[in-house]
């Protein structure tokens, strides 16, 4: 006598990873519109099926069809307008190494140069054929595996940076330096200007949120905690000259001569003033504190 099968299977929906991959399906529309906002980390976008119109810096006015494929860097302007009903992947991500060889990444951005039009990317057929499948499977499954998508992913961005000639994959790739460098200058150009990350964030255009997730991205260290060390390293700095206590109080945003001495006893165990002639003494403990915190600045530096 056949046994009854009474699995039923697994049943998805009490999933914690049901929604946390990096890789969605979109479907929407005709008409359907997203205003330009900052992308809060790179995006890959291909169009599986009918016709989405983009803006952005490098694709103004760019209509993507049918597995055609832009990138997007982190902190680029974006704008979406479904042009008819529109089946599509956008793929997030912060760093590909966690994907793909690290040293195969590196020479692609090391090669990565301007074009001299932006244009999409054509799907070749391998990764055709596997969007084509996943679509499949999604359309079968409500609910799609997060740790499937998360495996997808990763093929693809296996055949993406193998499939294609490296000059060209390397000029796909070049927003994403784009925006990597734009933002650090912004951040070594304004970071004395501002007290507090609500300023920085305001400043550049961000949202607080934003602002902190972009930077941890790049200097692998809150934003705060970053500011705080800049600041000290610049006291340590000043503090070897003969300008006056009261100009470096006013400089470093100190509301009072109290508060710039409560900061120095804090961070360096000393006033102001006796750091000062310790520092020009040439004190090794003091010299110390001094690389101690240059050597962690260096540390937290993006990396190449």
Known sequence: MKKKDNCKGVDCNFCTLADTSSLLFRR????????????IKNCIILVQKGELLINSSEYPGTILKSMDMVLQGIGSKLELLALTDVEYY???????????????????????TEPLVYTPLKALPPINHLFTDLTAYINKNKIPCARYLDMKAREFIFLLTTLYPLHQISSFFYPISIYTESFYYFVMQNYEKVRNVEEFAHLGGYSTSTFRR???????????????DKKREGILSDLRGDERLAVLTDRYGFESPSHFAHFCK???????RSLRKRLLEGEESACNIEK?????????????
């Open 90 to 112: 956008i793929y997030w991500f912060t760093e590909m190494e966690d994907l793909i060889c690290k040293e195969h990444y590196n020479i692609v951005l090391e090669n990565a």
């Open 292 to 304: 101690e915190l240059r050597k962690k600045l260096r540390l937290n530096a993006p990396k190449n």
């Open 28 to 39: 929407f529309p005709k008409g359907t519109h997203f205003p330009a906002e900052k992308r």
């Open 266 to 272: 804090s961070s360096f165990g000393d006033t102001p």
């Open 214 to 228: 972009l930077f941890k991205n790049m200097f692998h260290v809150p934003a705060y905690e970053w500011i705080l």
